[in-house]
């Protein structure tokens, strides 16, 4: 995902993190060349500031947010070289209109967010991201609380099962679990390839699998530990709050879980209708957005060719009208019940 090769950025390095449908996020934020109006947008995922700096560059003000001390450390550079036209904040984007608030930004006229891992993240092994590197369980993007090593060693057989099949969508979970139970009896877990070994010894590897034993137990591991789907949830009503009448959600996913959520919430929000291309916008009268056809668009295949991980990416997007915002409703997300995260910490106090 790291490409050496790649132009250099804004700041003058090499780019760390290839963004991801970048040209499409600008113009569904209304970021274009022919709109000469200054908008003022929240970037929840800065990661390598990719994005950011696109959106100054495009002529808005932008105030980035990312959970990931890394990131916040190695964004100062193109913070002081936008001169006052990026701002970056350290925290959960599910309070993304609270440290609006906080840091006087106002409301907004975009939102948008890239949702997952940076290649930073998972290119440095002492991250504990990938199983292809040996590095420290720990898949912490805030780098605190509960790691994927407390969560295997601590978490009961029955909840390890249902973590991996519902968030990793691993077939062969209780078998994961089983062994992974079995191992910790004998040492508890500590590295990346401790784990990934103990996959591949139980699940074997075929010739044709076209991934990694590994890859799903590591997904459900990531997301449990940094509760990302409760986190976007929880963002996509804090972003309703936030946007002025006419401004923009623009959400880029990579896998299905995530862009089930946003595709409920903009169900549940432009009053269950879908738009059609050959029609106005919607507009319901409890609708608080509109969108535009399905307001989905998918990476070009030009960038596909280039770029392997945007050919999972979608990218939703939808307008705010002058309604007031909703209730907050997670249970439109049916999301699954599974321990918490807090319940597991204070099991491993
Ligand atoms: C895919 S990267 C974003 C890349 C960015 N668009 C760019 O062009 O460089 C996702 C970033 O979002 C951050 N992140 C993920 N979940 C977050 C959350 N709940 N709150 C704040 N930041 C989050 C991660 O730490 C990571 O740096």
């Known amino acids: 995902m790291t490409d050496s090769n790649i132009d250099t950025d804004v700041v003058g390095g090499p780019v760390r993190h290839v963004p991801v449908m970048l040209n499409e996020a600008l113009s569904c934020l209304q970021l274009t060349p022919q709109n000469s109006k200054s908008l003022k947008i929240v970037d929840g995922t800065f990661g390598a500031g990719g994005y950011s700096s696109a959106m100054v560059q495009a002529g808005a003000t932008v105030m980035a947010i990312d959970r990931d001390p890394n990131a916040i450390r190695d964004g100062a550079e193109l913070v002081s070289k936008l001169d006052g036209k990026l701002s970056l904040v350290a925290g959960e984007f599910r309070y993304l209109d609270t440290l609006a608030e ?11 967010l890239d949702i997952g891992v940076s290649s930073m993240q998972l290119d440095e092994a002492e991250r504990g991201f990938s199983f292809q590197k040996d590095g420290p369980l720990d898949m912490r993007m805030s780098q605190s609380g509960v790691s994927a090593a407390d969560v295997v060693n601590i978490m009961k057989q029955s909840d390890l099962t249902r973590v991996i099949g519902i968030l990793g969508e691993e077939r062969r979970a209780s078998h994961v679990s089983r062994a992974i139970v079995r191992e910790r009896e004998k040492m508890p877990f500590s590295t990346t390839l401790q784990l990934a070994s103990l996959i591949e010894k139980t699940l074997g590897r075929r010739a044709t699998d076209k991934i990694h034993p590994a890859t799903r137990t590591f997904q459900a591991l990531r997301i449990f530990v940094n509760q ?3 986190q976007l ?12 009448a006419g401004g923009r959600l623009v959400v880029v996913t990579f896998h299905s879980l995530e862009d089930r959520l946003v595709k409920l919430f903009f169900k549940d929000r432009t009053g269950g209708q879908e738009g059609s291309r050959h029609l106005p ?3 319901h009268k409890d609708a608080t957005f509109e969108i535009d056809g399905k307001g989905l668009l998918k990476a070009s295949k030009d960038e596909a060719e280039v770029n392997p991980r945007s050919r999972s990416a979608k990218l939703r997007w939808g307008e705010r009208n002058d309604h007031t915002a909703g209730k907050v409703d997670m249970s439109i997300f049916g999301l699954p019940n599974l321990v918490s995260l807090n319940a597991l910490q204070l099991k491993g106090e």
């Not at 906080?102 to 948008?112: L, R, S």
């Not at 949830?233 to 002025?244: C, T, V, W």
Request: hydrophobic share 50%; charged share 30%; net charge negative.
């Open 228 to 230: 990302e789907l409760e």
């Open 281 to 283: 916008l919607v507009n």
């Open 233 to 244: 949830g929880e963002a996509l009503f804090a972003a309703e709050r936030l946007l002025k």
């Open 102 to 112: 906080e840091n006087d930004f106002g409301q907004a006229d975009g939102v948008v």
